[in-house]
């Protein structure tokens, strides 16, 4: 079974700047795997934020956050991270790591970004 554990999230200033963490669990081949992150405001559908592949090699970002949010990856931490910098309140929303393995997907817990103006 796959788990993926996120932190990082908080309240921030506009301008401000936060790095969220997610961690997969030890019995994974994490290395393998695409990972991504997506996030979800109020009445919103949730949206794809930012991936990386397995390698760490390929990165593609929304347009919306671009030059912003930077995806990177630790295999041997089995840990993917965003930093977010020059946040807006548009950015406050449930930020939720992402892994697929063959047909399923898995879903970390979310972690609350908040953005106050």
């Known amino acids: 079974q796959v788990q993926l554990v996120e932190s990082g999230g908080g309240l921030v200033q506009a301008g401000g700047s936060l790095r969220l963490s997610c961690k997969a669990s030890?019995?994974?081949?994490?290395?393998?795997?695409?990972m991504g992150w997506y996030r979800q405001a109020p009445g919103k559908q949730r949206e794809l934020v930012a991936t990386?592949?397995?390698?760490?090699?390929?990165?593609n970002y929304a347009d919306s956050v671009k030059g912003r949010f930077t995806i990177s990856r630790d295999n041997n931490k089995k840990t993917v991270y965003l930093d977010m910098n020059s946040l807006k309140p548009e950015d406050t929303a449930v930020y939720y790591c992402h892994l697929r393995r063959g047909p399923n997907d898995y879903w970390g817990q979310g972690t609350q970004v908040t953005v106050s103006s």
């Open positions: 990386i592949s397995a390698g760490g090699a390929d990165k």
């Open positions: 030890e019995s994974i081949y994490f290395s393998l795997y695409l």
